[in-house]
């Protein structure tokens, strides 16, 4: 539909080499209920299934992350999807699709309220969680499947939510919990102006969290634990709301030294969620598996990728190196449509025209292919060798720039290398936000920030 759209050149032999081989081993996607049979059967060996995305407002890319996950969960017994997202909100929504606490899927996804809210507050999202309620409400005798999130962005709401759990089952903890905690009122509400401040040279909060941190996980592996923990599962997500809290800090602190060191905190608190997500449902002496949606920036092995050549370290990176072959690692490309996205940090979301893929490039490659949607194994040989070599790959976030399309949204990238497959989708259509975006909440900084993805 799109092809002829981006400027003609003739194609070099290895490029012709390079879309020979994708048109040989691609499989085509119809929409058919056996579209993703290869998948599936690769997955078979994993308990990490990783989703990427080449953009965060894609329809396509959550709508088909949507159908491998519902197979993954309903076929492979696959323990729950975790996202890209705040843990204390995507964990209303767990709450909602295991046992219906709250009453509409459109209320589980209220708590995504902070800039992007499209990322999770869509209509691909709320079909999704539905989905999930639907599945879980109709296995009485079979464990529920979940939904996480695995970000460090929600410092304030993860500090409430520590709190929140403490006077209910300990209020001389919680008091003690409230008086570590409280050393962020000297900075107001916004991380930023903590990291700033303590750049500066102000004092920060690292050893209150670490103690608060310390204290609730020691307490918690004592004998008896808490008296009368409501749940093993909350007495978890207290745990990890007191983690993220203390990795949160580092990270705010961290964005005013530079970018690696901020992106490698972040990803590796994601990965970190991971495990501990795999160890905590594994107790009962099952493996757990787990799906992992984010960007194809955080799923891509990093050492494939010039951000590996930066000193930067991803979650495909760190869960690889992890689980070695349990991992299945499936990034998702297009060349041209639609995307939803803002010009700027805050901006409202917009409908905006995806530039078609820049010759060349990995996605262009695809196009040339001349099939509509496909399924590509990247560890079949001839694919293997007819890209062996560094090619730009895109990848939009929740700011699309299209006039500074070639330095603001390419980067090089050995395919074969970063993912096991690809999903391509050669013309895509922006994701529908379910309303129009609100106001910034003011107590924390907007998700992806500062790099966009």
Known sequence: MARGLHRRRFMTTREQQAVTAIRSAAVPLSGADTDYDALIHRARSAH???LGEASHGTHEFYDERAKISQRLIEELGFDAIVVEADWPDAYVVDRYVRDGADQSPERAVRGFKRFPQWMWRNDDV???????????ASYANVEHAG??????YSLHASIDAVLEYLWRVDPDAARRARERYSCFEHFGDDPQAYGYATSLGAESC???VVRQLVELTRTARKSGGYPDPSAVDELFVAEQNARL????ERYYRAIFRGRVSSWNLRDTHMADTVDALLTHMGRDGHEAKLVIWAHNSHLGDARATEMGNRGEVNVGQLLRERHGDRVLNVGFTTHAGTVTAAVDWDEPAETKSVVPAMAGSFEWLCHEAAIDRFYLGLQDPVVRRALREPRLERAIGV????ETERQSHYFQALVPDQFDAIVHIDVTSAVRPLEEMALQDDEEIPETFPSAL
Not at 147 to 152: A, I, N, P, R, V
């Open 48 to 50: 990490l299934v990783l």
């Open 147 to 152: 939904f996480y999130g695995m970000d460090l």
């Open 399 to 402: 700011i699309y720039r299209p």
């Open 126 to 136: 709320l079909a999704l969680v539905e989905w999930l309620r639907t599945r879980n």
């Open 206 to 208: 690292e050893d209150a």
């Open 245 to 248: 809290v203390k990795n949160a």
